[in-house]
């Protein structure tokens, strides 16, 4: 185990692990650690030993927010200078898998960064909320856009004036996120679904990401055009041949990664 400044970071197999490690603040997202956070990911993007991120907090906290201490004082001009939000836009540009093992708190930016990664799985102690509406401000990375996306304008808008925090079933409801599991096996479950994921075929896992994603941006005929171009190119691959031979043949396939 290696020791980043606030992260922590472990492999099992092809999943590559980074837990939050901020236990005084309950992960509060301060600078340094948004930073370390996009060079760790990138790092594994572009390793190819490593096939999905699991990223984690503890089990009281996956994030409670962007730091406050660090902001109290911030004038605008500060908050324009740290331009905090160059590295979620690194985490925006990861390309392979990122799981989310999600328990506790998950607030403000905790929840923004939470709905960064791609499959959610979460203990049934989970709370997610977006509450800066208490503290005088509002969502900043994408809370307004990517939470209205997930569950629609009337319970973003709930959740976003009120300030109030979601249970792991309201959250499951409502297509926040993947999966509900029970607390004790929160953290397992998480790197279980990511070593599932990662046994198959990285550049399909890759393009069906990014199609997915697209979803949220392109309109209907423009994403399913996208998604055909990206279905076609996959018949240019080893692993799609092997793939479908396999199952012809009714043997387990050995993906390459080509
Ligand atoms: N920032 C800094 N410190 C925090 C934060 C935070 N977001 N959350 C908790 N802490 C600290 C507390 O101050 C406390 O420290 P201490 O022990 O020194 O007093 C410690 O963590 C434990 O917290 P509590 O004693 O409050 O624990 P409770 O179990 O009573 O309450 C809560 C837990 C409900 C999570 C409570 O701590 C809370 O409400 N936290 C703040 C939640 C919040 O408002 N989050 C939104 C922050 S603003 C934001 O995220 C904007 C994002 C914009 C984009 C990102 C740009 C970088």
């Not at 096939?51 to 911030?74: Q, T």
């Amino acid at each position: 185990m290696t020791q980043e400044a606030h992260l922590l970071t472990e492999s099992h197999g092809a999943v590559a692990v980074i837990r939050m490690n901020r236990p005084k603040v309950l992960n509060a997202l301060n600078l340094e650690l948004m930073k370390s956070l996009a060079e760790l990911m990138e790092g594994f993007d572009a390793d190819d030993s490593i096939k999905v991120i699991l990223l984690a907090g503890s089990e009281r906290a996956w994030a409670a927010g962007a730091d406050i201490g660090d902001m109290a004082e911030a004038s605008v001009s500060d908050m324009a200078q740290r331009d905090q939000f160059a590295q979620w836009e690194r985490i925006k540009r990861i390309k392979k898998p990122i799981v989310a093992a999600v328990s506790g708190f998950a607030l403000g930016g905790g929840c923004e960064l939470m709905m960064h990664c791609d499959v959610i799985v979460c203990s049934e102690t989970a709370r997610i909320g977006q509450p800066e509406i208490n503290i005088g401000v509002m969502p900043g990375a994408g809370g307004t856009q990517r939470l209205t996306r997930a569950v629609g304008k009337a319970l973003a808008m709930d959740v976003v004036l009120s300030g109030r925090f979601l249970t792991a079933g309201e959250a499951m409801q409502h297509g926040l996120v993947s999966r509900v599991v029970p607390r004790e096996h929160w953290f397992r479950e998480a790197l279980n679904v990511a070593q599932s994921m990662a046994s198959k075929p990285a550049i399909a896992l890759r393009f069906a990401k990014e199609s997915v994603l697209k979803a949220d941006e392109l309109p209907l005929s423009q994403g399913l055009e996208y998604e055909r171009k990206l279905f076609y190119m996959l018949f240019d691959t080893d692993d799609q041949k092997e793939g479908m031979s396999a199952f012809i043949e009714k043997r387990k396939p050995s993906f390459t990664g080509k």
